[in-house]
């Protein structure tokens, strides 16, 4: 009895491998480029030619384009004071995540102890419930009336109220907690890849703790470094509902501002204006940040 591969006609070789070489590779990049084009590259279009319109309060936009919420955007001191604001608050975001999350990636890298399950359980534990309801479990901490100031003058330490919410103090309690998640897991696979024998190396070599840290493991953890501040960056000046829920009317930053000249007011073109000048300034910062982080990782290859 013949076989089914025997009554098939031969394939030739050549014309096998060009197919698989050539279609291959394209179709697996069509998903992504679909995706892409469609939620990014498409409203961010969108937004750019909104940007350009003339504003109306009747409609989206009137008839026509104009500079002129270009011009408003980056010629008015209080919306240029605005974006300095919000990039700050981003930078000192990723800062304090990443001086508080380093120290519990790095014993979650190295312990050996049954509870890390636990541990890990307690990370990502914050993820599993809404930024709304954790920014108002904050609004519950420091309240005038919430539990800080409340304790704090019972025990007679105070006799008036701790400033600890609508202001910028506030808000950066609420996004640290917030994305401090993942900074930790942007370090974790870092610290995870690096192997333990370089670090026993360096201290048989007559090395300090110190020394250990400083000129092994840091600059080995540069990519998670990197990749972790990064993203809490972008998150933390795009963020809404925390600045609103902590810091009021008092802290305004970009992305509040967005939406109130959106909503509020029905300026859409100025509000896509200072929607793009937010993400070009943001890609600018994470440009000089990605250009400072390469050297270090290029000097430690």
Same mark, same amino acid.
């Given at each position: 009895?013949?076989?089914?591969?025997?009554? !098939?006609?031969?394939?030739?070789? &050549?014309?096998?491998?060009?197919?698989?070489?050539?279609?291959?590779?394209?179709?697996?990049? /069509?998903?992504?480029?679909?995706?892409?084009?469609?939620?990014?590259? /498409?409203?961010?279009?969108?937004?750019?030619? /909104? *940007?350009?319109?003339?504003? *109306?309060?009747? +409609?989206?936009?009137?008839?026509?384009?104009?500079?002129?919420?270009?011009?408003?955007?980056?010629?008015?001191?209080?919306?240029?004071?605005?974006? +300095?604001?919000?990039?700050?608050?981003? @930078?000192?975001?990723?800062?304090?995540?990443?001086? @508080?999350?380093?120290?519990?990636?790095?014993? !979650? +890298?190295?312990?050996?102890?049954?509870?890390?399950?636990?541990?890990?359980?307690?990370?990502?534990?914050?993820?599993?419930?809404?930024?709304?309801?954790?920014? $108002?479990?904050?609004?519950?901490?420091?309240?005038?009336?919430? @539990?800080?100031? =409340? *304790?704090?003058?019972?025990? &007679?330490?105070?006799?008036?109220?701790?400033?600890?919410?609508?202001?910028?103090?506030?808000?950066?309690?609420?996004?640290?907690?917030? $994305?401090?998640?993942?900074? /930790?897991?942007?370090?974790?696979? +870092?610290?995870?890849?690096?192997?333990?024998?370089?670090?026993?190396?360096?201290?048989?070599? &007559?090395?300090?703790?110190?020394?250990? $840290?400083?000129?092994?493991?840091?600059? !080995?953890?540069?990519?998670?470094?990197?990749?972790?501040?990064?993203?809490?960056?972008?998150?933390?000046? *795009?963020?809404?509902? =925390?600045?609103?829920?902590? &810091?009021?009317?008092?802290?305004?930053?970009?992305?509040?501002?967005?939406?109130?000249? @959106?909503?509020?007011?029905?300026?859409?073109?100025?509000?896509?204006?200072?929607?793009?000048?937010?993400?070009?300034?943001?890609?600018?910062?994470?440009?000089?940040?990605?250009?400072?982080?390469?050297?270090?990782?290029?000097?430690?290859?």
């Amino acid at each position: 009895m013949r076989s089914l591969a025997g009554e !098939l006609p031969a394939v030739p070789r &050549g014309t096998q491998a060009r197919r698989t070489g050539v279609l291959s590779p394209v179709m697996l990049v /069509i998903p992504a480029a679909a995706l892409i084009l469609v939620f990014l590259f /498409i409203p961010y279009i969108n937004i750019l030619v /909104i *940007s350009v319109r003339v504003s *109306s309060t009747s +409609a989206p936009y009137a008839p026509g384009f104009t500079l002129a919420n270009f011009q408003r955007a980056l010629g008015d001191s209080l919306y240029l004071g605005i974006l +300095a604001r919000t990039l700050m608050i981003g @930078l000192a975001t990723s800062l304090i995540c990443l001086v @508080l999350g380093f120290p519990v990636a790095f014993y !979650l +890298a190295r312990t050996a102890t049954r509870f890390r399950g636990v541990l890990y359980a307690c990370i990502l534990s914050p993820l599993l419930v809404g930024v709304v309801i954790r920014c $108002y479990g904050w609004v519950i901490i420091l309240a005038n009336t919430g @539990l800080i100031n =409340t *304790s704090l003058r019972d025990a &007679g330490v105070i006799k008036g109220n701790l400033p600890l919410m609508y202001n910028v103090f506030g808000v950066l309690v609420g996004m640290v907690h917030v $994305y401090l998640p993942f900074m /930790i897991l942007s370090l974790l696979s +870092a610290l995870q890849s690096i192997d333990p024998s370089l670090e026993d190396a360096a201290r048989s070599l &007559g090395a300090s703790e110190r020394t250990v $840290y400083t000129r092994v493991v840091l600059p !080995l953890t540069m990519p998670g470094i990197q990749s972790g501040t990064i993203l809490v960056f972008v998150l933390a000046i *795009s963020s809404y509902v =925390t600045p609103v829920v902590l &810091g009021g009317s008092r802290v305004e930053l970009m992305a509040p501002l967005v939406v109130q000249q @959106l909503i509020e007011t029905f300026l859409w073109p100025f509000g896509a204006a200072l929607a793009l000048v937010l993400a070009i300034s943001g890609a600018l910062a994470i440009w000089v940040w990605t250009r400072l982080t390469l050297r270090v990782m290029q000097g430690v290859e």
